[in-house]
């Protein structure tokens, strides 16, 4: 049986779109240094990134790719 978790509301995050912050997209970018050498993180990092930085995984996803 699978199970399908929505991060979103598991978090208790606004579904409402919100620009991210100074502070989550440093705290993306801190993760990005530390993995300098394989800047592609996995859907479990992504997620856990998400919860740290109280995004959205498109938010986290968007952010990525801008950093790149």
């Known amino acids: 049986m699978l199970i399908v978790v929505d991060v979103c ?3 208790g995050l606004d ?3 919100k620009n991210a912050t100074r502070e989550s997209t440093s705290t993306l970018k801190a993760w990005l240094y530390e993995h300098i050498k394989n800047p592609y ?28």
């Open 9 to 11: 509301s598991y978090v």
């Open 41 to 68: 993180p996995t859907k479990g990092e992504k997620i856990m990134l998400a919860i740290i930085t109280k995004m959205t995984l498109t938010q986290v996803n968007v952010e990525l790719i801008k950093s790149n």
């Open 15 to 17: 579904p409402r779109r």
